[in-house]
């Protein structure tokens, strides 16, 4: 059930966006076990007077690369598992696009129950392979 915004400079072409968010979808379905159909996601695409970030910060240069990986995702996995999907979306992108793993900012927000999700029809859907 991750939501998943995907925030970049329009610039990038067409191949290299889904290529992220194929990524993405990869990395949740490997290291946080989530469903293959599981795949929702926003490609915001921006201006470059609408992205701020430093050149630098806690010793790691950033470029006008720099993509914004916002992942909200249902609580319960581990400091493990995280630093496992934060590790396994930098080396995926950074392998398959032009996109330095210095420029992947990753957000990870966290819902405590899925009475926080509507997936249609107005309604609350109990997840069967969410625990």
Known sequence: MPFVRISLHKELNEK???????CVHQALMQKFLIPENDYF???EELDANQIKY??????IRHTDRIVFLQIIAGS???ENQKRELYAEIGKSISAT???SINDIIII??????YYNWSF???KIQK???IK
Do not use: A, F, W
Not at 16 to 22: E, P
Not at 54 to 59: I, T
């Open 16 to 22: 290299v966006k889904n290529q992220i968010s194929l």
């Open 97 to 99: 696009t032009e996109i």
């Open 120 to 122: 249609g029809m107005g």
């Open 108 to 113: 990870l927000i966290e819902s405590d129950s």
């Open 76 to 78: 319960g996995r581990t």
């Open 54 to 59: 430093p050149k630098e910060y806690l010793g």
């Open 41 to 43: 996601h926003i490609i």
């Open 127 to 129: 997840l069967t392979h």
